[in-house]
C-alpha cells in the first residue's frame, strides 16, 4: 500500500549552504568554548587581599591600588578589610594580564 505521508524537500544554492554549515560550526566552537570556560571556573568565594595577590602573583599593595583605581572590584569585609570574589579576580587576570595568564594556561 502507498503511504500517505508527504516528504518535502527544500533547493538552496551551494553557496548559501556553506554559510549555513559555517554558522553553524561557529555556533557549536562558542558553545563548547562556553562550557569549557565554565567548567574551569572554581566555585565563587570571597579571598583576603594577600590570598587574592598570591592567587593572581601580585603584591597586597598591588592588589589594594588596583581596587582604588576601579580596575578590581572589592566587597568589605569588615571596617578595615576587603575582600575579592574568585570571579572578580578571574575576570581582572584575563582583561589586564592576558599574557600572564595564557602562559599558566
Not at 518535502?8 to 544554492?13: E, G, S, Y
Not at 558553545?31 to 579571598?47: G, H, M, S
Amino acid at each position: 500500500m502507498p503511504s500517505n505521508d508527504m516528504e518535502a524537500f527544500l533547493l538552496i544554492p551551494e553557496a548559501e549552504w556553506q554559510q549555513i554549515v559555517s554558522r553553524l560550526e561557529r555556533l557549536e566552537k562558542a558553545v563548547q568554548q562556553q562550557a569549557k570556560e565554565t567548567e574551569v571556573l572554581p566555585p565563587d568565594e570571597i579571598l583576603t587581599v594577600r590570598q587574592a595577590a598570591a592567587r593572581l602573583g601580585m603584591t597586597p599593595e598591588g592588589i589594594r591600588k588596583a581596587r582604588r583605581a576601579g580596575r578590581l572590584k572589592g566587597v568589605r569585609i569588615n571596617e578595615k578589610e576587603w575582600g575579592f570574589y574568585t570571579t572578580e579576580l578571574h575576570r581582572y587576570q584575563n582583561r589586564y594580564n592576558r599574557n600572564q595568564y595564557n602562559q599558566m594556561g
